[in-house]
């Protein structure tokens, strides 16, 4: 019984802000009280994992004020199985959600200074945290989104795709299989400002993508205003 509180911590730990879990019994008295982090400053959440345990995560800026990626698999008495940074520093990593096998899945973006186009990363972590491999997708534009893995084990991806030269945006869908090789990937939208949502499978094949428009709809470019979203794909999108 008890509880388990999670949060940010300046006066415990390692570094100057770390993630900080505490333990409580069911009248609110502290069982006990675990700092996570590096020499610099954490910032993020612990959650719960399928199966047990919890996982920290979050962004750790160094001393440098250089940001990586922060990942720790606690057990349920808050004591460290591993912990892990990932990078470089600056490679826009953002949240990892869990996989079937026990590992992890890690999102991101990459920003080309370049071009200002953005493109979506993904890498797949095994049970310890070992990097398994990883891939770039990009579009005609900025891509933001996330993934996730399916019941089935492939991988469902969902976001945006804003063109700067068109000042356009369409939802973006896509499936993936079991080592992040495109099934399919597609755009949906109008000429105003669309934006993508969540993508899930539905009983009987195909998928539900959702997100919000301007193309379409009662709202649009006149007043400013979108409207709700949803579409019904089938089993290719």
Not at 46 to 65: C, E, F, K, W
Not at 89 to 104: I, K, M, N, R, Y
Not at 134 to 159: H, N, P, R, W
Not at 185 to 192: I, L, V, W
């Amino acid at each position: 019984g008890g509880f388990l509180l999670g949060g940010d911590t300046a006066s415990f730990g390692a570094g100057q802000q770390d993630l900080f879990l505490l333990k409580v019994d069911a009248s609110g008295s502290v069982l006990w009280a675990k700092a996570y982090g590096t020499s610099g400053n954490e910032f993020g959440a612990i959650l719960p994992l399928p199966g047990g345990g919890l996982l920290a995560q979050g962004t750790s800026v160094d001393l440098a004020q250089q940001a990586t990626f922060f990942l720790a698999r606690l057990g349920e008495d808050g004591s460290v199985q591993w912990q892990k940074s990932y990078g470089p520093p600056g490679s826009g990593l953002t949240g990892a959600v869990p996989t079937s096998d026990g590992g992890f899945l890690l999102n991101g973006f990459s920003l080309s200074i370049a071009t200002l186009n953005s493109s979506l990363k993904m890498l797949r972590l095994d049970s310890a945290g070992n990097i398994l491999w990883q891939k770039e997708y990009t579009g005609a534009g900025q891509v933001t989104g996330a993934f996730y893995e399916a019941e089935d084990q492939t991988i469902l991806g969902s976001g945006t795709v804003f063109n700067l030269m068109t000042q356009d945006a369409d939802l973006w869908a896509a499936q993936f299989d079991a080592s992040g090789n495109v099934l399919w990937q597609k755009t949906f939208g109008g000429g105003d400002l669309d934006a993508g949502g969540g993508l899930w499978p539905v009983p009987g094949g195909g998928f539900i993508l959702s997100g919000t428009t301007r193309s379409f709809g009662a709202g649009g470019s006149s007043n400013g205003v979108g409207d709700v979203w949803l579409l019904r794909l089938d089993g290719c999108g």
